[in-house]
C-alpha cells in the first residue's frame, strides 16, 4: 500500500488512461433520466457503474430498486474492525442535450479538444465524480482503511426518489463522513471546499383571466390578457437592483472565499456590457442571498401565435435560498407572495413542486479538517472554504439518517469552465487526477485519525 503523497499522485497518474477511457464510454450513454426520454439508456448506464465499480474490485456491487424511480448502484464494502465508514456518492443519470442548446460538438461523443478538455454531457456532472470514486477504490485496494459505502443515484438531474429511499432504508447509509462528489472548485487547480449549499424550491404559477381565447382586435383594450397579469406578478420578485425581495424570505451575508468576477462572468456567459443582478458581495448574490428564476412557460411560440388574447398562462418558478433556512417557510412565503399578487382581479393558482432544503457544513468536525488537509496536499496550495448556489437535496436525507456524519462538497467541475447544464460541457482531466489524488489522502487520513482517538 502506497503511503506518501507523491506515491498516490503517481500512482493516480499512472491510472488516468484508464479512468479517461471509462469516462469516455460513460459519456457515449444518454442517461437522460427525465419523463419522456427512453429509459434504455439509463438502465444501460446503471448497468454500466456497477460493471465500472466491479473492475475496480468492489464486492457485491449491485442495483437496488428504488420505488417510483430508477436504480441506485449500491455496494457496502468492509473495512478494519472499528474503523469510520465512508459514503461516496455520484450520480449516473444526465441533463437533456437538445440542439437548440447550440453544441459544438456532439454532446453525447467525448471529444477532446485543443485546451485538453474532454466535452460532452455528462462528462463533468457526474461522470467525472463516478471515475474518481473508481479510481479512489482501486488506489485503496482491497486491504482499505476503512469501510466504504458506494452510493450512485439514477434519477439526481430530475425529480428524484432517492431522499424518500434513504429515509425509509437508514441502515444502508448510515456513515461518519459523506462525499459528494457532484460540485467543484471556481477553476482548474484551484481547491475549494463547498461548507454551504443554497436550497432549491419550486412551484407551478398559473393565472387565468378569460374562459377562452379571444380576438385580440375586438376585445383587446378592456379585457385583460393573462400573459400581461403574469408579467405584473413576475415583476413583484424582483426590486431595481435585480435583488430578491419577497416577504420572509430570509438572505444573508458570505464569510468564506470571495467569489471571482472574472471566474463568474466567464462561467456564466453574461454578454459584455449586460449588469450584474443584485447588490452586496457576488459571493453574498450566489452563495447567501435568494434567487427566483421562471424556469419555464406554457405560451404560443412566435410562429404559432395569433391575434388572440390568452386566457391563460402557466409559469414554473424556481427559488434558490439561503444555507440555514427553512425550505419548506421559504417555499410557503414565495407562494403567499404569488397568491396575494392579483392584477385586475385576475384567478391566481399556485401549486408546490418540490422543496429541496439549504445546507451548511460543520467546519469543526474531524472530517472536514481531514479532507482540508488532504485536499492542501493533493493541490499543494491552500484550500478556499467556497459556497455554491446548486443544491443537492439527498444532502438532507443523509444528515437524517447519519446526522453526525460529516458532509464533503467538492468534485472536478469547475465554475469558469465545466458548463454543466449547458452546451459544451467539458471536464479538465488534471482536475479528475487532482480529486483522485484527494479522496484517496481523505479517507487514510480520516481513518487514522479515528483509530488515534479511540
Known sequence: MTDTVSDVAAAAKAMMPDVIAHLESLVRIPSV?????????VHRMGQAVVELFEQAGAEGV???EVPGGYPCVYADLPGPADSPTVLLYAHYDVQPAPESQGWSSPPFEPT???????????????????????????????????????????????????????????ELFRCDAAVI????????????????????VACILTVRTLANPVHSGLFGGAAPDAMSAMIRILDTLHDE?????????????????AMDEPVYREGSAILPGVDFLGTGSLADRVWMKPSV???????????????????????????????GSDG??????????????????????????????????????????????????????EVESIGSGGSIPLVASLKKVAPDA?????????TKQSRIHSSDESVDPAEIERMIVTQTLFMREFAAGVEERD
Not at 457526474?126 to 482499505?144: E, I
Not at 476503512?146 to 439514477?154: K, M, N, P, Q, T
Request: hydrophobic fraction near 40%; glycine fraction near 10%; proline fraction near 6%.
Open 112 to 170: 477532446r479538444k485543443e485546451d485538453g478538455r474532454i466535452y460532452g454531457r455528462g462528462a463533468a456532472d457526474d461522470t467525472s465524480g463516478l471515475v474518481a470514486n473508481y479510481a479512489t477504490l482501486r488506489l485503496l485496494g482491497p486491504d482499505r482503511p476503512c469501510r466504504v459505502i458506494l452510493l450512485s443515484e439514477g434519477e439526481e438531474e430530475t425529480i428524484s426518489h432517492l431522499e424518500e429511499f434513504v429515509e425509509a432504508n437508514p
Open 406 to 414: 460529516a458532509i464533503l462538497l467538492w468534485g472536478a467541475e469547475d
Open 33 to 41: 433520466a427525465f419523463p419522456g426520454f427512453d429509459p434504455e439508456p
Open 62 to 64: 449491485r442495483l437496488l
Open 293 to 323: 428564476t421562471v424556469l419555464g412557460m406554457d405560451l404560443p411560440t412566435t410562429a404559432e401565435a395569433s391575434n388572440v388574447l390568452l386566457p391563460s398562462v402557466t409559469a414554473k418558478l424556481s427559488m434558490r435560498i439561503m444555507p
Open 241 to 257: 437592483n435585480g435583488d430578491t425581495v419577497i416577504p420572509g424570505v430570509d438572505s444573508g451575508t458570505w464569510n468564506g472565499a
Open 328 to 381: 419548506d417557510a421559504q417555499l410557503d412565503a414565495l407562494m403567499d407572495h404569488l397568491r396575494a399578487q392579483r392584477p385586475w382581479n385576475c384567478v391566481v393558482e399556485v401549486e408546490k413542486v418540490k422543496v429541496g432544503h439549504a445546507f451548511r457544513v460543520d467546519e469543526g468536525h474531524p472530517a472536514i479538517r481531514a479532507a482540508l488537509d488532504a485536499m492542501q496536499k493533493a493541490y499543494g496550495r
Open 181 to 200: 462528489a457532484d460540485i467543484g472548485g471556481q477553476e482548474v487547480g484551484r481547491p475549494g471546499l463547498t461548507t454551504a449549499l443554497r436550497g432549491d
